[in-house]
Nanobody, 114 residues
């Protein structure tokens, strides 16, 4: 079964950190352009970060310098390290492979609140 499974979310205070994971099953995430997206309540899904098979990365402006996307080929997993979290980062985070744009996991909830 081809799937992406996100994990690592939780409740964190402003200024805290979380590391999200996106594990691929039946799909080689290391060979795909991988994106992280997020969707806050009442808002449209928005792109957060991208990593290419060659390791090139890109970020939306609001997370630059705070978030880092990376991959572990041996674990077939993509990560999103999130530091200096802000309340506006609160959302459900999803990963997606551009080679399988209709493949979405259940997401992982990130809540930043004091």
């Amino acid at each position: 079964q081809v799937q992406l499974v996100e994990s690592g979310g939780g409740l964190v205070q402003p200024g805290g950190s979380l590391r999200l994971s996106c594990a691929g099953s039946g799909i080689m995430v290391s060979r795909a352009v991988m994106d992280w997206y997020r969707q806050a309540p009442g808002k449209q899904r928005e792109w957060v970060a991208t990593i290419t098979p060659g390791g090139r990365t890109n970020y939306r402006d609001s997370v630059k310098g705070r978030f880092t996307i990376s991959g572990d080929n041996a674990k077939n997993t993509v990560y999103l390290q999130m530091n200096s979290l802000k309340p506006e980062d609160t959302a459900i985070y999803h990963c997606n492979a551009r080679s399988a744009p209709d493949l979405w996991g259940q997401g992982t909830q990130v809540t930043v609140s004091s």
